[in-house]
């Protein structure tokens, strides 16, 4: 049913759903610790996915080492490692400084595109880039051109976390050419678990949230883990990453919109125009989808699950 709808579209339904996870997430934040939080997604991500766990792991050997690397890349950077800089460079800085420099992803996922998967932008995708970005700078600051960012340590938190997002994206349509969907779902929750777990003497967090915050984190694990990235993962093995990239903008958007809704934020004129631009632009992927990027030959089949 699924394989009817473009995979640009899969994907930008998955990054609205992550757009939602405001509403659990930053009540969460206040009285749980970042590393806590993820781990405890982990733990439920791999016990959801745990039959798929094992034959994910031997096809991922299967594939070779670059395919392991990637793995890792995909699990231990993007999912456990990048959410952890992120929500550490809130703490270390003030909380402009996170959200302009998280700009840079789409730049970074073209870049790794074109120089690990072959993806070649043709001409017109300028044309989506450039409104795309100019639409989430606009959601992201009341004042877009009155923005300063301070201190070297979340300057480097926030860099680091854009840049592992932009590489989970490239990383995971290469693991997406020889692996089944649903293994490069599991891979990615497997290795993430591992550095969750990893990450919590380092941070000093606790391993158990509270009985409350762990029926919050079980909800989180579930619709914005395991259900969002299943499409996302379906999505991006018949998507090329630059593309997908742009589709993730949806993020961004819901995101604004959960904080009008849910939290009383209050959005200026300059916000609106942002969020009009940034789904006129996500809403013509899939429509414009074959014109945009230019892939390498044909690729090889993933194995079936």
Known sequence: MLGRFPG???ISIAAAMWGT???????LAQSTSAATIVFGEHIVLVAVTLPLLVPAFLALRRAG????????????GASAVATILFTQAFVHGDPITPVVLQKVQPL???VGARLILGEEPRRRFGWFLVPALAGVWLIAFPHPFDVHVSGLVPVAEALGAACLWALGTVFGRYLGRRLAFQHVVAVRFGFGLAASAVALP??????WPGGHDALWIVWLALVTGAVALTLYYYGLQRTPASLATLAELAYPVTAGIVGYL??????????????????????????RRREIVRVPGPEPAPAPA
Do not use: E, K, M
């Not at 080492?65 to 231990?76: D, E, F, Q, S, T």
């Open 262 to 287: 849910a939290f009383g934020a209050t959005l200026g004129w300059s916000q609106w125009l942002g969020g009009a631009v940034t789904i006129a632009v996500v809403g013509l992927l899939p429509v």
């Open 8 to 10: 640009v579209l899969l």
């Open 21 to 27: 996870d405001a509403l659990f997430r930053r009540p």
């Open 108 to 110: 970074v996922a073209v």
């Open 202 to 207: 380092i941070l000093g967090a606790s391993t």
């Open 65 to 76: 080492g670059r395919y392991v690397l990637a793995g890792i890349a995909v699990g231990a």
